[in-house]
Every structure is written in C-alpha cells, then in structure tokens.
C-alpha cells in the first residue's frame, strides 16, 4: 500500500483533491466532527481538562470555538486528546485499507503530528490567496481570529511545499485537478 498524503493550505482544496484520487481517503477533519457527534469518551475527556467549555454532549462546534478562542493554552489541550484518537482511527483506516494499491491522508496536521513515513508520498495543492480567502469567508462559521490559531499550529507552506513530491495547482475547476491527479498517479503506478 502507497499513502499519499494531502498537503497545503487551509481552504486550499486538499479535501476535494483526495477525493478525487478515487482512493480510499482518510479524512481527519470528518473523523474530528464524528468524534465531537458520537464520541462520549472524547467529550467526558475534554469535559475534565475544560469544564467551563464542554457542557453537554454531543459537542457543538461552537463550544470548542469558544474554548480555543478563551485562553492560549486551550487548543493544545484539545489537540492533545482529539490527535489520540485520531492516530487510533488513523491506524484502524489504515489495517482495513491495507490490500489497497493506495490510500489517501487528508490530515491537516500531518508532519506536524508526524503521522507519515519517508516513503510516504506528499502533494501539496497550491491555491491564490484571493481564492483561499473568498472561499473561506463563505463558510458558515468562518472566524479570522479561529482561523490565525490554527495556521499558528501549522507548519510554514514553504516548507509543506519543499517537503512535497508533486505540487497541484488548485485553480477550483474539476478538469485540471483530475488532470494533475492523474498525471501523479502515471507517474507513481
């Protein structure tokens, strides 16, 4: 099994550029939302570090904002507890993906969690800025001061982008990111 992981920007485009691998994909970020839903055992650990944030389970989004947003500290304290299971859920993918030819990561914190391998093969999708912002702001709840905590966590782009194998320039249309990933995928087959 190949892993390819997904690197870039947030709001880059690398979720829709995983799926259009037509791999298995392993979407941290969907894992991360299932856990705050579904996950009692994540919500009673989060409650006991920040009593004053996690009041009732399921979790909402909007209480782990408030949390982040409250004090410094709160976010690697809940990095901390959700990247455990996470890597858990990450290995479990990963065993029942094994006879794959490959796999997808679509884990924002990748090398920053030192998730991947030496073998691993890394893209990183390469957006204008403008497109990033006009994308970003169109979400539902979008908040800058959110959003500059985690690009805070995250490693340089530069040094995703020297990191990477391969770089796909994400213009937004379907054509030319299909067009990248297949070429990736003639090169490394």
Request: charged share 30%; proline share 3%; hydrophobic share 40%.
């Amino acid at each position: 099994m190949i892993k390819i992981g997904i690197l870039g920007d947030i709001g880059s485009g690398k979720s829709y550029v995983a799926k259009c691998f037509g791999y298995p994909v392993f979407n941290a970020d969907h894992e991360v939302s299932k856990l705050y839903k579904k996950d009692k055992r994540t919500y009673n650990k989060l409650k006991k570090i920040l009593p004053k944030h996690f009041q009732s389970f399921p979790i909402e989004k909007a209480e782990v904002s408030n949390a982040i947003l409250a004090n410094k500290s709160n976010l690697s304290k809940i990095v901390k507890i959700i990247h455990l299971e996470i890597r858990k859920k990450l290995n479990n993918f990963l065993k029942k993906n094994q006879h794959k030819k490959f796999v997808i990561l679509d884990i924002p914190l990748l090398l920053e969690n030192k998730l991947n391998n030496k073998e691993d093969i890394l893209i990183f999708v390469q957006s204008k800025k403008i497109e990033i912002s006009k994308r970003l702001k169109k979400r539902n709840n979008f908040n800058q001061k959110l959003f500059n905590k985690f690009k805070n966590i995250q490693l340089p782009l530069d040094y995703k982008r020297k990191k990477s194998q391969f770089i796909i320039k994400n213009n937004f249309t379907k054509k030319h990111v299909m067009m990248s990933v297949r070429n990736i995928l003639n090169k490394i087959m």
